[in-house]
């Protein structure tokens, strides 16, 4: 059984940077890869990154590349989403999840998840 539990949302303007954690519970946090999604109201829940269980491979949605970037800390059993350079459409509740050995972008697949984290860029 793994626990997530994301902080750091807020109320950013755009232009400016959030970074988001999510702590997990347990001892084989190294054994899951992590992603991160958002659900903006009225639509559906999407992939925003990705990371592997050692942390060297990293995948992102096209419409965040260059400006978010996922890592991890596994002594910490903290994964990481700094938010760069945000934009109105980043809005959103952003949750991440943890799947044994794989990172996959279908969040169907997943086996744990967090309650979420909001946030809210203003133009």
């Known amino acids: 059984q793994v626990q997530l539990v994301e902080s750091g949302g807020g109320l950013v303007q755009a232009g400016g940077s959030l970074r988001l954690s999510c702590a997990a519970s347990?001892?084989?946090?190294?054994?899951?890869?992590m992603g991160w999604f958002r659900q903006a109201p009225g639509k559906e829940r999407e992939f925003v990154a990705g990371?592997?269980?050692?942390?060297?491979?990293?995948y992102y949605a096209d419409s965040v590349k260059g400006r978010f970037t996922i890592s991890r800390d596994n002594a910490k059993s903290t994964v990481y989403l700094q938010m760069n350079s945000l934009k109105p459409e980043d809005t959103a509740a952003y949750y991440c999840?943890?799947?044994?050995?794989?990172?996959?972008?279908?969040?169907?697949?997943?086996?744990?998840w967090g309650q979420g984290t909001q946030v809210t860029v203003s133009s």
């Open positions: 347990g001892r084989t946090f190294s054994s899951y890869g």
């Open positions: 999840a943890a799947k044994k050995f794989l990172v996959p972008m279908s969040e169907a697949e997943y086996d744990y």
């Open positions: 990371i592997s269980r050692s942390g060297g491979n990293t």
